[in-house]
């Protein structure tokens, strides 16, 4: 019984192995999660810079500041 190499011995089939479309693997269906309650994500956001400055005059917390004015938006809304 012969066994084939697991390489390519011949170079011009050790380049079309190299070119050869990859597999492609199906993802994995996404999970839908509810949100944890009171759980801060990381998200980037684009702001004017003075209303950035206008939040950022008092110092440290000028995250929760702007978090807790569209709080209030959100509130105020529903």
């Known amino acids: 019984m ?3 190499p697991r390489r390519p011995v011949n170079p011009l089939d050790a380049a079309e ?3 050869a479309p ?3 693997t199906s993802p994995a269906p ?3 999660r509810r949100p944890l ?4 994500e990381q ?3 684009k702001l004017d810079s003075d ?3 206008y939040f950022q005059e008092d110092g440290p917390g000028w995250q929760d500041r702007i978090n807790d004015t569209l709080r209030a ?3 105020d809304k529903g």
């Open 51 to 53: 209303v950035l400055a």
């Open 2 to 4: 012969t066994r084939t």
């Open 43 to 45: 998200v980037s956001l």
């Open 22 to 24: 990859a597999k492609k």
């Open 37 to 40: 309650p009171n759980v801060k």
């Open 17 to 19: 192995a190299l070119f």
């Open 30 to 32: 996404a999970v839908e």
């Open 73 to 75: 938006a959100m509130n």
